[in-house]
């Protein structure tokens, strides 16, 4: 009987609350200070362990992707409850792909381009559908590019995230219409925008932002590493990453450039193999080998109360063999007042989503699909 | 849509043959896109923006997903994401 109970007690401890394990202690390059990196699993009710990991601001949201749910934990790992779960009717969130919390509660991205919108308690509000205004015909626009119609753009699905301010999401968009795209157009890398200010009232967007740096000029053509990330800072503030560049931009809140920063990552492999011909753009396994085997930066996370910028990079493979781009190496950089004070090699699923307290933050994600677990990081130092 | 369909798929036919030019070339791609273009414009519905909001807009193969595109997208067209994988 004791035995019984002992087993009993041992069940509850590990699946009733979240089970921390891997905890490494690295070094900054220059010794400044140490990161310390720790994977807190949590077990979900049902897992597929496809799905991602994002932060509210006081719990750790577990999205699962297959199964359709959102689960909320908090920052030890323990299941608070089960948030919201894709229905049948026509009327209803179908699928989930991402969430984004935020000081009205939480921005969910359903099928395609359509957005449902919940209130803190996650009671339903209204959905809407990513539009752009009709200023042109489709075909004429054919014909006739123009770069600052948002008819001409879509959104971005690498890496994708949809930062909330006020009555609006920002979203990374792209352009391939057929002449005026990043495989066989110089114009693209000077002409097209980067990001679209979408309303939250009805979907439209608003609003197209950001162009690609300088260096981009330096190539004919790398249309595999056009991607980049943002970061929206709680002042207004925008830090943008470009895969390509070492350089970290700040704009201010009226999209003025205000800063740069950066440096390069270690032993990134950056002779980009350059294409000049649009059927290069059906061929996966040059996409594949690009994102496998190049070194480009990342995701970019800003503390700007503490001054601090995360950047990660993967830094590319000497591999032979076509693998994925979640088998390419991934390391952080660390900045302090615009200064590299570490760079440390982390999980290549490393993605920081949020703060839980100074000098400790959350990182989507551990998925380990044969041991069906999963679980997030909390980084400190 | 059927026809949209077609002539997408047309065009990316089109394309996958003619001679590939990498790096280094000295190519023309310019009037390889108008040909595409043209094909395209002519397999567009018009409010081929507003179908989106029926769901009704086609997905298409893009980065390894089919996955929802702006209308003037040069992408071929799919059901899902096994006709990406041909």
Same mark, same amino acid.
């Given at each position: 009987?004791?035995?019984?109970?002992?087993?009993?007690?041992?069940?509850?401890?590990? !699946?009733?609350?979240?089970?921390?394990?891997? &905890?490494?202690?690295?070094?900054?390059?220059?010794?400044?200070?140490?990161?310390?990196?720790?994977?807190?699993?949590?077990?979900?009710?049902?897992?597929?362990?496809?799905?991602?990991?994002?932060?509210?601001?006081?719990?750790?949201?577990?999205i699962?992707?297959?199964?359709?749910?959102?689960?909320?934990?908090?920052?030890?790992?323990?299941?608070?409850?089960?948030?919201?779960?894709?229905?049948?009717?026509p009327?209803?969130?179908?699928?989930?792909?991402?969430?984004?919390?935020?000081?009205?509660?939480?921005?969910?991205?359903?099928?395609?381009?359509?957005?449902?919108?919940?209130?803190?308690?996650?009671?339903?509000?209204?959905?809407?559908?990513?539009?752009?205004?009709?200023?042109?015909?489709?075909?004429?626009?054919?014909?006739?590019?123009?770069?600052?119609?948002?008819?001409?753009?879509?959104?971005?699905?690498?890496?994708?995230?949809?930062?909330?301010?006020?009555? !609006?999401?920002?979203?990374?968009?792209?352009?391939?219409?057929p002449?005026?795209?990043?495989f066989?157009?110089?114009?693209?890398y000077?002409?097209?925008?980067?990001?679209?200010?979408?309303?939250?009232?009805?979907?439209?967007?608003?609003?197209?932002?950001?162009?690609?740096?300088?260096?981009?000029?330096?190539?004919?053509?790398?249309?595999?590493?056009?991607?980049?990330?943002?970061?929206?800072?709680s002042?207004?503030?925008?830090?943008?990453?470009?895969?390509?560049?070492?350089?970290i931009?700040?704009?201010?809140?009226?999209?003025?450039?205000?800063?740069?920063?950066?440096?390069?990552?270690?032993?990134?492999? &950056?002779s980009?193999?350059?294409? @000049? &011909?649009?059927?290069?753009?059906?061929?996966?396994?040059?996409?594949?080998?690009? @994102?496998?085997?190049?070194?480009?930066y990342?995701?970019?996370?800003?503390?700007?109360?503490?001054?601090?910028?995360?950047? &990660?990079?993967?830094?590319?493979t000497?591999?032979?063999?076509?693998?994925?781009?979640?088998?390419?190496?991934?390391?952080?950089?660390?900045?302090?007042?615009?200064?590299?004070?570490?760079?440390?090699?982390?999980?290549?699923?490393?993605?920081?989503?949020?703060?839980?307290?100074?000098?400790?933050?959350?990182?989507?994600?551990?998925?380990?699909?044969?041991?069906?677990?999963?679980?997030?990081?909390?980084?400190?130092? | 849509?059927?026809k949209?369909?077609?002539?997408?798929?047309?065009? $990316?036919?089109?394309?996958?043959?003619?001679?590939?030019?990498? $790096?280094?070339?000295?190519?023309?791609?310019?009037?390889?896109?108008?040909?595409?273009?043209k $094909?395209?414009?002519?397999?567009?519905?018009?409010?081929?923006?507003?179908?989106?909001?029926?769901?009704?807009?086609?997905?298409?193969?893009?980065?390894?997903?089919?996955?929802? $595109?702006?209308?003037?997208?040069?992408?071929?067209?799919?059901?899902?994401?096994?006709?990406c994988e041909?």
């Amino acid at each position: 009987m004791r035995k019984v109970f002992i087993n009993i007690i041992a069940f509850l401890f590990l !699946y009733g609350c979240g089970k921390k394990e891997n &905890t490494a202690l690295v070094t900054g390059v220059d010794d400044q200070f140490s990161v310390k990196l720790d994977t807190v699993l949590i077990q979900p009710s049902r897992s597929s362990q496809v799905g991602r990991f994002e932060w509210t601001g006081s719990e750790v949201l577990y999205i699962d992707h297959l199964y359709g749910f959102i689960e909320s934990y908090s920052p030890e790992g323990n299941f608070i409850k089960r948030e919201l779960r894709i229905l049948q009717g026509p009327e209803e969130l179908a699928s989930i792909s991402s969430v984004s919390a935020h000081e009205y509660g939480f921005t969910v991205k359903g099928e395609g381009w359509t957005f449902y919108e919940h209130d803190k308690e996650w009671k339903f509000q209204r959905k809407y559908t990513v539009y752009a205004d009709a200023a042109y015909e489709v075909d004429q626009l054919i014909q006739n590019p123009v770069a600052s119609s948002t008819m001409m753009y879509e959104l971005q699905h690498y890496n994708d995230h949809f930062p909330v301010s006020g009555d !609006y999401f920002y979203a990374k968009v792209d352009c391939e219409h057929p002449t005026f795209n990043a495989f066989i157009n110089p114009s693209f890398y000077k002409e097209a925008f980067l990001v679209a200010k979408i309303s939250r009232r009805d979907g439209k967007m608003e609003e197209l932002l950001y162009h690609f740096p300088e260096t981009y000029q330096q190539y004919r053509f790398v249309p595999f590493h056009i991607f980049f990330d943002f970061h929206i800072g709680s002042s207004g503030k925008h830090w943008l990453t470009f895969e390509i560049d070492p350089t970290i931009y700040v704009y201010d809140a009226s999209k003025s450039l205000v800063g740069t920063f950066g440096v390069p990552g270690v032993n990134m492999r &950056t002779s980009y193999p350059e294409t @000049r &011909t649009l059927d290069v753009a059906f061929d996966t396994d040059l996409y594949r080998q690009s @994102r496998f085997k190049d070194g480009f930066y990342k995701d970019i996370f800003v503390d700007e109360e503490a001054n601090l910028v995360f950047r &990660t990079y993967r830094t590319g493979t000497n591999n032979q063999t076509i693998g994925e781009e979640s088998e390419n190496p991934l390391r952080l950089q660390i900045y302090e007042a615009e200064q590299l004070v570490s760079d440390i090699a982390v999980p290549v699923k490393f993605r920081l989503i949020g703060k839980v307290a100074d000098r400790r933050y959350i990182a989507d994600g551990f998925y380990d699909e044969t041991a069906e677990k999963q679980g997030f990081y909390v980084l400190s130092f | 849509m059927k026809k949209l369909s077609f002539l997408i798929v047309l065009g $990316v036919f089109f394309t996958a043959f003619l001679p590939s030019q990498q $790096v280094q070339a000295d190519p023309n791609p310019l009037s390889d896109a108008i040909s595409l273009a043209k $094909v395209i414009a002519e397999g567009i519905d018009k409010g081929c923006d507003n179908l989106r909001e029926s769901g009704a807009l086609q997905k298409r193969c893009k980065n390894l997903d089919c996955i929802p $595109v702006a209308c003037i997208s040069f992408r071929k067209a799919c059901g899902s994401l096994s006709d990406c994988e041909k």
